[in-house]
């Protein structure tokens, strides 16, 4: 199930990385959860949402990924490096 949700993820440890670092944020139920709601094809692009919106809550708690895009692009440019650090490691 998680498997085709990474598919813009190349290498096996950065998927592993990044399937722990949204389930540590989320929990494992509601991630399984997510992705067990939309149709197969929604998966990657849902995976990716709640990517970005993970690491947007880890910098900004308050507004996550929205947020930092909505104060400017300094924090845009930040979500978007964290986000890559997280999917590249």
């Not at 998966?43 to 809550?57: M, N, Y």
Request: overall charge positive; hydrophobic content about 50%; charged content about 10%.
């Amino acid at each position: 199930m998680l498997r085709q949700c990474l598919q813009h993820i190349d290498s096996p440890q950065a998927q592993a990385h990044a399937i722990l670092f949204v389930a540590k944020f989320l929990g494992r139920a509601a991630l399984v959860s997510f992705v067990s709601a939309v149709p197969a094809t929604h998966c990657p692009a849902l995976f990716q949402s709640l990517l970005f919106e993970v690491v947007g809550r880890t910098i900004n708690p308050a507004g996550g990924a929205v947020g930092l895009i909505w104060i400017g692009n300094s924090a845009s440019q930040r979500l978007t490096w964290c986000s890559a650090a997280a999917v590249d490691e």
